[in-house]
């Protein structure tokens, strides 16, 4: 089962695809991770080109990587409004491109997301890092942190097993 996990975001989009069917450990299947990365746009760029590049570059990777299910952060709080209507913007381009790919969607909030891979909601964010790279048996946090996060969220999926 493959899962892309989504940390939405305006100049920074985290993404990650694992598969939760992987190798094993003992009796345990571990995850493994397929791809990650980050979709970028530039301060500066108009809204609507910005939402463009986001869409397409959802929707490039969904079309290459076939995921099985979207698992995407809800947004939860934000002290400054801008930040949370841009962002809100990037979530509606996100959702839309999963939409027209037929693909199933969760979303889950961070406090979701910290318990399911910490065992603790208000875990750090250095806390959620380690424990991908743990839970992920990797040699390294992934770069950048967005991209972990990303990881992060499709592991939470996994283990709610809504896939």
């Avoid at 990303?150 to 097993?161: F, K, N, R, V």
Wanted: charged residues 25%; proline residues 5%.
């Amino acid at each position: 089962m493959k899962i892309l996990g989504i940390d939405p975001g305006t100049a920074i989009v985290g993404w990650g695809m694992i598969e939760t069917s992987g190798r094993k450990i003992g009796n345990t299947v571990v995850p493994k991770v397929l791809s990650c990365g980050v979709i970028t746009t530039k301060s500066g760029t108009p809204d609507a080109d910005r939402l463009e590049i986001i869409f397409d570059s959802i929707s490039d990777i969904i079309k290459g990587g076939k995921p099985d299910s979207v698992a995407v952060e809800q947004l939860f709080f934000f002290k400054n409004q801008k930040t949370i209507m841009t962002v809100s913007q990037s979530r509606g381009a996100i959702i839309l491109a999963v939409r027209k790919s037929r693909t199933p969607m969760f979303e889950f909030t961070p406090l979701q997301v910290k318990q399911a891979v910490c065992g603790y909601g208000r875990a750090d964010k250095n806390q959620v890092q380690e424990m991908v790279k743990a839970l992920l048996h990797l040699k390294e946090i992934p770069k950048p942190d967005d991209a972990a996060d990303a990881l992060a969220i499709a592991l939470c999926c996994a283990q709610t097993g809504k896939f």
